[in-house]
């Protein structure tokens, strides 16, 4: 619980006060907590901060030629695989939605690379949620 307190608290010190500090490092740190899974309603604060930044394409969080992209989608997935416990269905739909336009924009063996890094169980719950 602490832990996911800790995280979130970053979070919201990167959405409120991201001047003082090095931005770029601290994103990358917060990013690779995620997801959070113990402090439920943190989880849906952290979650829906990170699709925020996702969808106005965040340049410090999506890294220099968006290498932390494939991270970002492996917390997508995982917090698609918990279902509604991790996120609002509001987040969850704008996931799936910036989730789909990756990989309509994306080099079809990028994605597929995506995909294949991932874990079975992840990678068949993103191909359901991105097929219905």
Same mark, same amino acid.
């Given at each position: ?8 608290? /970053?979070? &919201?010190?990167?959405? =409120?006060? !991201?001047? &003082?500090?090095? #931005? #770029? $490092? =601290?994103?990358?740190?917060?990013l690779r907590h995620l ?7 943190? #989880? &849906?604060?952290?979650?829906? $901060?990170?699709?925020? /930044? ?7 969080? /999506?890294?220099?030629?968006?290498k932390n992209l494939h ?5 997508? #997935? ?24 990756? !990989? ?8 597929? %690379? =995506?995909?294949? %890094?991932?874990?079975?169980?992840? !990678?068949?719950?993103?191909?359901? &949620?991105? %097929? %219905?």
């Amino acid at each position: 619980m602490a832990h996911d307190a800790a995280v979130s608290a /970053l979070g &919201k010190f990167l959405q =409120f006060h !991201r001047e &003082k500090l090095n #931005a #770029a $490092q =601290f994103l990358k740190t917060w990013l690779r907590h995620l997801p959070l899974e113990n402090n439920l309603n943190e #989880a &849906k604060v952290a979650h829906h $901060q990170l699709c925020s /930044l996702v969808e106005v394409s965040d340049v410090e969080l /999506l890294g220099p030629k968006k290498k932390n992209l494939h991270k970002i989608v492996t917390v997508y #997935a995982e917090i698609l695989w918990a279902g509604k416990k991790l996120a609002t269905e509001e987040t969850v739909s704008q996931m799936i939605k910036q989730l789909e336009l990756y !990989r309509r924009r994306s080099i079809p063996s990028t994605w597929r %690379s =995506f995909m294949l %890094s991932m874990e079975n169980h992840l !990678r068949r719950k993103l191909e359901s &949620k991105l %097929s %219905s």
